[in-house]
């Protein structure tokens, strides 16, 4: 997993200047997917908040490409997007703006939907 570490280490290097919010870290911890989840997690509770922003479209893209691998064959459907916006919901609504103590319960949730679904 040193790609990993390699990738959180850079996750806000290079932002795209059309979307911010996206890396070439961001986009590459996705197509890794649930493995670099357990070293995202803690960044959604960095001081900085455009690391949040960014763990938090990780975190985005990972578990929508895990709920359309369970729920649906290629493309997206209308049914994929609202299994996964229960998801979100589900473990807390994540917020990268929200205050410290709803950014951590989040996490919590997140940590232990993780743990049941495994990397």
Known sequence: MDDVARLIGSINLDPDPAHGDLTPAVHALVRIGLPALPAVLPLLEADDRFTRLRAQRVLEGVTRAWVH???????????????????????????????????????????????????
């Open 69 to 119: 691998s369970r729920t649906s064959s290629p493309p997206l459907t209308r049914r994929d997007a609202h299994v996964w916006m229960k998801l979100w919901q589900d473990n807390g609504a994540f917020d990268w703006e929200a205050d410290a103590a709803a950014r951590a319960r989040a996490v919590s949730l997140w940590r232990a939907w993780l743990a049941r679904v495994g990397p």
